[in-house]
């Protein structure tokens, strides 16, 4: 018998950012029940036994692995499959490869009878959320890729470093794509309501060293990647704290992969900015006010985007 507050999420890639992901869940006791697919299905045999295991001291959960029909009655598929990215690959260049893995996942799935909401974290992040809109005929709103969420922490794990603050209280932002392209919008930045710029100023914080952050952000992957083979712990946590706002309906402003209508001037695409999030899943942009060079940045960022997604989905119909 499923009752009201019952809430299910369905995990699509049981590798090292899926696995990190369901012990997440495990840990904050989100979701009653909780289901596993994966190619290689022992595997996800093996971690659901392993779960089960925490809910002594967490929060009872019904964990196992399942298959996509699984998905009918779930609230939230979360697709984490794909192949990883190598030393010295970018993230869009695993465009094509994952492109393919996707579109074999997310048909099976609508077939199911889901009608939750989406949330993508293969890479390139925000290609691929697209391309599961376009696959899925769902709703935008439906669709939210985890976008910036990564990057977001990096850098304000960074600055409440160099300012010393806890990072909860950094208001900051990176944009873009959550790739090569992506930027940190410093001017509307701020911690308890004072602009950053004035914060860094007052501590003798140059706009040199604020690029140098803004630059360590975005190579941390490859830095970690570089060290222990691949990321997973961090883009985990802001997976569940995603789940988290859809299943309890928050309202969160959350930095993710959202569908623009219009906003910063951008149509059809799925790109990194700050955006509320609720049960509906997307309901609605946080149009932050650029500068015009940001602006232009935005910009920059969502043409690298489109070309590489349509030259991927012109690929994938050969």
């Known amino acids: 018998m499923t009752t009201k507050n019952h809430q299910k999420v369905v995990l699509v890639g049981d590798g090292a950012v899926g ?71 970018t993230r869009l260049d695993l465009v094509n490869k994952n492109l393919k893995i996707l579109s074999s996942i997310v048909k099976p799935i609508v077939d199911s009878g889901f009608d939750g909401i989406f949330v993508v974290a293969a890479n390139p992040v925000d290609i691929l959320t697209y391309a599961t809109w376009k696959f899925s005929g769902f709703p935008k709103e439906k669709v939210i890729g985890s976008g910036t969420s990564l990057d977001t922490a990096r850098l304000r794990v960074a600055l409440a470093k160099k300012i010393d603050v806890d990072p909860r209280d950094v208001n900051a932002y990176i944009m873009g794509e959550h790739g090569d392209s992506e930027f940190a919008a410093f001017d509307e930045a701020s911690v308890a309501g004072k602009p950053l710029k004035t914060i860094a100023k ?117």
């Open 202 to 318: 007052e501590k003798g914080i140059s706009d040199d060293d604020l690029a140098k952050i803004e630059d360590d952000t975005r190579n941390k992957a490859y830095e970690i990647i570089n060290r222990k083979g691949a990321t997973f712990y961090g883009v985990a946590t802001c997976l569940m704290r995603i789940t988290r706002a859809i299943l309890r309906d928050e309202n969160a402003v959350l930095p993710i992969g959202a569908a623009l209508n219009g906003e910063y001037g951008l149509n059809d695409i799925f790109i990194g900015t700050p955006a509320i999030v609720n049960a509906s899943g997307l309901a609605g942009v946080v149009e932050l006010p650029l500068s015009a060079k940001e602006k232009d940045l935005m910009a920059k960022s969502a043409e690298t985007l489109k070309k590489v997604t349509a030259d991927g989905l012109a690929n994938l119909n050969k």
């Open 19 to 89: 696995s990190s992901y369901a012990y997440s869940m495990m840990n904050q006791g989100i979701a009653e029940e909780f289901v596993i697919v994966d190619v290689i299905k022992e595997r996800t045999e093996g971690d659901a036994l392993d779960l089960e295991d925490a809910q002594v001291f967490t929060a009872p959960k019904k964990v196992y692995s399942g298959d996509y029909s699984d998905a009918k009655d779930a609230d939230v598929v979360v697709i984490t499959a794909g192949a990883p990215q190598k030393p010295g690959e």
